[in-house]
């Protein structure tokens, strides 16, 4: 009974039914990426009248996490790219890593040297502070 409250009246555990009759209804998937997030667009490739352009959305898998869109993925969704990244053999940059929850709030959140919330803290940053002197 709760996954059907959880579905019903909220966005970030899933689509909600609203967004799953609307993609049932006016969309076709187009792929899915490493993370099991359906990426979709309106069937036929129909111009949104209202956009101007053919609309693209994305049912995440689990939680709502814009950030777990993969760089190929997010080219198209923002129509950067009209090619499906599975089409063109898509292959990461060196420099692009791979996806990492955002920890803030968390224990595993950045705590940099002489935070008050860091655990093992021992000297406080008045004992690292060095004044600037424009000599």
Same mark, same amino acid.
């Given at each position: ?65 814009? *950030? ?46 002489? *935070?008050?919330?860091?655990?093992? *803290? ?14």
């Amino acid at each position: 009974m709760k996954a059907i409250l959880l579905r019903i009246f909220t966005w970030w555990h899933g689509a909600t039914v609203g967004t799953l009759f609307h993609t049932w209804r006016k969309g076709e998937k187009v792929g899915e990426d490493q993370y099991g997030n359906q990426y979709y667009q309106t069937k036929g490739q129909r111009v949104d009248p209202a956009l101007g352009i053919v609309r693209r959305w994305v049912i995440y898998k689990g939680e709502a996490d814009a *950030s777990m869109i993969p760089a190929g993925w997010y080219g198209w969704m923002h129509h950067k790219l009209d090619v499906l990244p599975h089409q063109e053999n898509y292959i990461s940059r060196a420099w692009e890593k791979p996806h990492q929850p955002n920890l803030t709030g968390s224990a595993g959140a950045y705590r940099p040297h002489g *935070s008050i919330l860091q655990d093992n *803290s021992q000297s406080s940053a008045k004992e690292t502070y060095k004044p600037w002197n424009p000599a």
